[in-house]
């Protein structure tokens, strides 16, 4: 039984509201809308023209039907045509014979070879402006086109307008919260760089003193506070290499337990310094894995250096650094220290980029970047910690690189 | 010749802190202690007296702006003069206005040198304020 008219179209509107709130791209979703007006008005050709906010040109953003390609490539002036005027008056035209319309644009039925004989034309409104205009082009068998579907075009021209201002607003959000990201880095950055740099001024001041009054103990304090800020600095530009680039691990096949005895081999006279004792627990039954080793290494280093941090204030500061093989197709990690601990409120903060407990010690990187770096192997990090008593990091990681 | 005046340095770095003290050997004889927190810098503060205060903003245990705040309550220490030493970078330009610390703290504190130090405002301005 052919359905009515008016079941057609309420059928297509239906559609349409689907449409725009299926979250699809707006482009996705224009080029559906236009498809399904064509479709139920029943027309030779239909078009979205939309104003481009740069050079003030009406743009086919969407054609559909006989010669759309060309048609797509078309510029219009502001103002120009009849959906030139819709824009600009914001108001809906319908004309049934385009040779008696002086408003008709013709050089655009000559670039294209359409010939337009009926045009009806909506504008596209949103709250505060049009934003452009939706023409249907000769009803098919030479019909003319009404008022009810004048209506009916508006009725879809609003949705899509809807559909155009949220995209807008989306993209607006996107681009504060981008630029608001930005500046959050910049400042971060800012603050380590600035606390390096005051390590650099003072140490060479020192040093110059040293030399001035001819102090060789200054001479040599100053000059290793310059190597030792030297050094923060190419920390901090590999971190921030290592935070800022998307990166797959370079699996190797390797023996964890010699990665992480490296680490506290590296890290004991740190411990000694501070007077923390360090304890090294292998797991003889793990076998090889395959790890991104430096990734791996550093993610480690980071946490057994702020192990050996929260220790200081103790007399007596422990670390202890375990492998553990599970059943599983994992392995852990776990960095566990006898010193301050963290609050609840800390822990949460604890992965945030540029969060540090450290004073001008710390650059907020370190934890960041050790998450980072266990989450593209499809491991995880977890935290246990309680305040005055000690910290435990456990970090899982897959034995087999993840596919 | 009158007692050396008492500078109090309040900084978690030992290199900063060893940087203040040799500035500040450029400009004379100090009595110079130092605290490597907020909270011993505040106590510190309390039992000594000094006649100036070097404070770092970023500290772990309580911070610089917390240990301002603190000091500026009790009758004792509310008129140390103290100097702010930070490399604090806020979103809107690299470094932390007098002004919006005189906001955020209650009153502003006499200097404000932000890092890294440059040596001549150092001791322009610990002269100013010790009337060196």
Redesign the interface.
């Known amino acids: 039984m052919p359905e009515t008219k008016e079941a057609t179209q309420f059928d297509a509107l239906l559609t349409i509201t689907q449409t725009i709130n299926s979250h699809l791209k707006l482009d996705k979703v224009l080029e559906s809308v236009m498809d399904v007006a064509t479709q139920a008005m029943q027309v030779e050709a239909s078009s979205l023209v939309l104003v481009d906010e740069e050079t003030n040109e009406l743009l086919f953003h969407v054609t559909e039907g006989v010669k759309a390609k060309i048609i797509k490539t078309i510029r219009m002036k502001a103002g120009e045509g009849i959906v030139g005027w819709v824009i600009q008056e914001g108001k809906p035209v319908l004309v049934n014979d385009v040779s008696k319309d002086p408003r008709f644009f013709k050089k655009a039925d000559k670039k294209s070879g359409f010939t337009t004989k009926s045009i009806l034309c909506v504008p596209m409104s949103t709250s505060n402006k049009c934003v452009g205009a939706i023409e249907v082009l000769n009803k098919e068998n030479d019909g003319a086109f009404t008022k009810e579907d004048r209506e009916f075009l508006q009725a879809i021209a609003t949705q899509a307008a809807i559909s155009i201002e949220n995209a807008k607003l989306h993209e607006q959000i996107v681009k504060s919260e981008r630029l608001?990201a930005i500046?959050?880095t910049?400042?971060?950055l800012?603050?380590c760089i600035?606390?390096i740099?005051?390590?650099?001024?003072?140490?060479s001041?020192?040093l110059d003193?040293g030399l001035k009054k001819e102090n060789f103990s200054?001479v040599d304090?100053g000059w290793n506070?310059v190597k030792?800020?030297n050094l923060f600095m190419k920390e901090l530009v590999l971190d921030m290499l290592s935070y800022s680039k998307e990166r797959e691990p370079e699996y190797v096949t390797a023996d964890v337990n010699e990665v992480v005895k490296s680490v506290c081999d590296l890290m004991e006279q740190k411990g000694k310094e501070k007077n923390v004792k360090m304890h090294f627990l292998p797991e003889d039954s793990l076998g090889e894995v395959q790890i991104d080793t430096k990734g791996v290494k550093r993610c480690v280093l980071n946490l057994v250096s702020n192990a050996i941090d929260a220790c200081e204030e103790s007399t007596k500061g422990n670390v202890e650094v375990s492998v553990q093989s599970t059943k599983g197709k994992t392995f852990k990690i776990h960095v566990s220290d006898s010193g301050i601990g963290m609050s609840p409120e800390i822990q949460e903060k604890l992965f945030q980029v540029f969060f540090s407990?450290?004073?001008?010690?710390g650059t907020g990187l370190g934890l960041a970047v050790s998450y980072k770096i266990i989450k593209e192997h499809g491991g995880n990090i977890s935290v246990e910690s309680e305040k005055g008593k000690g910290t435990k990091f456990t970090i899982t990681l897959p034995k087999k690189r993840k596919k | 010749m009158a007692e050396n005046k008492k500078v109090l340095i309040i900084d978690d770095e030992p290199d900063a802190t060893a940087f203040s003290e040799a500035m500040l050997s450029e400009l004379g004889d100090f009595e110079i202690v130092t605290a490597s927190n907020g909270l011993e810098g505040l106590q510190k503060a309390e039992a000594i007296k000094p006649d100036l205060i070097i404070l770092d903003v970023q500290m772990p245990v309580m911070n610089g702006f917390q240990v301002f705040k603190e000091l500026k309550k009790k009758d004792d220490t509310e008129n140390i003069p103290v100097i702010m030493l930070t490399g604090i970078a806020t979103t809107t330009g690299l470094r932390y206005d007098a002004k919006d610390m005189g906001i955020t703290l209650g009153s502003e504190p006499d200097a404000f040198i932000d890092k890294p130090v440059e040596p001549e405002e150092f001791h322009k301005t610990v002269s100013q304020i010790l009337g060196l």
């Open positions: 608001a500046g959050q910049v400042s971060g800012a603050h600035k606390n740099l005051n390590g650099i001024q003072g140490g001041y020192i003193l200054n304090k506070i030792k800020n407990t450290k004073g001008s010690k």
